[in-house]
């Protein structure tokens, strides 16, 4: 299976519940979902597809690489901005103004050419009218757990990243974040998809289908997820 980054936290959790359950094993691929979409034009043997943004699952179907009838909207990611527990900033009084502090020299976002938190990352800094004054000082992670590793590990002081990842185990205890507003950014609708090519359709059928199960949503929200409202 191929995962987008956000989910590096809470999909392994949810595979190994499926395998205590059903004996089946499930290998996990994670990385950015534009990047992950190219990797499947290019033939990888992938079976299942979950994307941060909903838009990447829509083209392989149109391209005929994904099963339509298969599509799932799992969750809908969430946005924050991150910093040590070490640094001086009040994000709850600042908000995203904590980014224009002349302590912040660097600040980690994933790339918007292909990760969806990159674009979404990007919109928020427009939204509050701050990214010509920051532009200079952004370090772009390959995908937006990278975005994460390079704020935690110090080569930026603040980072906008997923919420799974703030609230995950390697940086739950180690900063601070604050929730970006929803109205800042586009609707992160994440969706997950069957792949044509697959040789284990039936399966991965039955792994995006355990995924509708309470367990499985009570598992995602305690990461940060909202569950998706129904299409109208």
Known sequence: MAAAADMSAALPQLVDGYTKQTGQTVKLLFGSSGNLTNQIRNGAPFDVFFSADEEYPQQLIAEELALKDTLYRYAVGRLVLWVPGDSPLDLSKLGMKALLDPSVKKISIANPAHAPYGRAAEAALRHFGIYDQVSSRLVL??????????????????G???LSHALAPALKDKGRYWTVPLDAYPTLNQAAVVLSRSKQQDAARKFLDSLRRPEASSLLSSYGFSLPAEKR
Not at 144 to 153: G, I, P, Y
């Open 160 to 162: 906008l990243i997923a």
């Open 141 to 158: 992670g390959e995908n937006v757990s990278q975005a994460a590793q390079f704020v935690e590990s110090g080569n930026a002081q603040a």
